[in-house]
C-alpha cells in the first residue's frame, strides 16, 4: 500500500491501537468482534478528526520518552508515601506551603503539557498557570521549605528529558 494512502487511512496509528485497546478494556471482552469493532472505531475517529491535528509533535528520541514514563511512575509512588507521611504526622503549623515560579526552556506546546501533566499527577504539586507566552509555569508545592530546590529538581529531572525528546 502506497505510504500516502497508508496516512490516510491511518493519519494517526499509535492512536488507532490506544483507541481499539481501551474499546476492548472497556467491553471488558476480547473478542474478535470486539477487536474488530474496536478497529473501525479506531481508524474512524482519528481520520474525523485529523482535520484538528494539523502539526503533529515530533518525539527525535522515542525510547527517551518510555524512560520518562517510567520515572514519572516511580516519583508517583515516592510522592504518594511522602504525602502520606506528611498528611499522618506533620502538624499544620510545621508544613511549608508555597509557590513556585518555573523558568521554562521548553518552547514546543506538547512538551509544556507534558511537564505541567506531570507536576499534577504527582503529589504533592500542581501546575496552576502558564505565563501568556508559555515561559513561566506556577507551580504549587504542598510542603517546600525551600522553593528554589524544588524548581531546580523539576528543571532537571523532568524539563531537561522533555527537551531532550522533543526539541
Known amino acids: 500500500m502506497p505510504r500516502r494512502l497508508t496516512r490516510r487511512i491511518f493519519p494517526h496509528p499509535l492512536l488507532t491501537l490506544l483507541l481499539t485497546f481501551v474499546w ?3 467491553n471488558n471482552t476480547v473478542s474478535p468482534g470486539m477487536v474488530v469493532f474496536g478497529l473501525l472505531l479506531g481508524i474512524a475517529i482519528p481520520i474525523l478528526t ?3 491535528w494539523p502539526n503533529r509533535p515530533v518525539m527525535y528520541k522515542p525510547f527517551r520518552m518510555m524512560i520518562y514514563v517510567l520515572i514519572v511512575i ?7 508515601v511522602q504525602v502520606a507521611l506528611i498528611v499522618l504526622f506533620k502538624r499544620n503549623a ?14 514546543t506546546p506538547e512538551a509544556i503539557a507534558i511537564l505541567a501533566g506531570t507536576i499534577t499527577l504527582t503529589p504533592g504539586t500542581v501546575s496552576a498557570d502558564l505565563s501568556d507566552q508559555g515561559h513561566a509555569l506556577l507551580v504549587h508545592a504542598l510542603d517546600a521549605s525551600d522553593p528554589d530546590a524544588v524548581r531546580d529538581e523539576i528543571k532537571s529531572r523532568y524539563e531537561r ?7
Open 24 to 26: 476492548c478494556l472497556l
Open 74 to 80: 516511580w516519583d508517583i509512588i515516592v510522592a504518594n
Open 161 to 167: 528529558r522533555l527537551k531532550e525528546i522533543f526539541e
Open 94 to 107: 510545621d508544613m511549608k506551603p508555597n509557590w513556585v515560579n518555573i523558568p521554562l526552556d521548553l518552547r
Open 50 to 52: 485529523s482535520a484538528y
